[in-house]
């Protein structure tokens, strides 16, 4: 597995100029047991996270979400209506899990 030039991190797929990194199963679930869920600071941020990386959210469309967008489904969860990068909407499906 290659990894990346400046994290360090596994990387899959083609290198990228300026490389974001993708976290992979194992590598969320240890950023999520890395949040103290004891204080309501805590549970807010496992819930960023939780968001950033179930459903691949930008930090921008994060940021800009409204609770109101996020409606029941069909069995799951949808953000509906996001407003993302180049003012582009879509509907994001949230994983069961959350």
Same mark, same amino acid.
């Given at each position: 597995? *290659?990894? &990346?030039p400046?994290?360090?991190?596994?990387?899959?797929?083609?290198?990228r100029q300026?490389?974001? =990194?993708?976290a992979? /199963?194992?590598?969320?679930q &240890?950023l999520?047991s890395?949040?103290?869920?004891? $204080?309501?600071?805590?549970?807010?941020?496992?819930?960023?996270?939780?968001?950033?990386?179930?459903?691949?959210?930008? *930090?921008?469309?994060?940021?800009?979400?409204? !609770?109101?967008?996020?409606?029941?489904?069909? =069995? =799951?969860?949808?953000?509906?209506?996001?407003i /993302?990068k180049?003012? *582009?909407?879509r $509907? !994001?499906?949230?994983?069961?899990?959350?």
């Open positions: 597995m *290659r990894r &990346h400046r994290l360090g991190a596994p990387t899959s797929g083609p290198a300026f490389g974001a =990194h993708r992979q /199963g194992s590598d969320s &240890h999520l890395a949040v103290t869920t004891d $204080t309501l600071r805590g549970k807010r941020d496992a819930a960023m996270l939780a968001l950033l990386l179930g459903c691949g959210l930008r *930090r921008s469309e994060l940021v800009e979400l409204d !609770v109101d967008r996020i409606q029941q489904r069909e =069995h =799951h969860g949808v953000i509906l209506d996001l /993302g180049g003012g *582009r909407v $509907t !994001v499906p949230m994983p069961s899990e959350m």
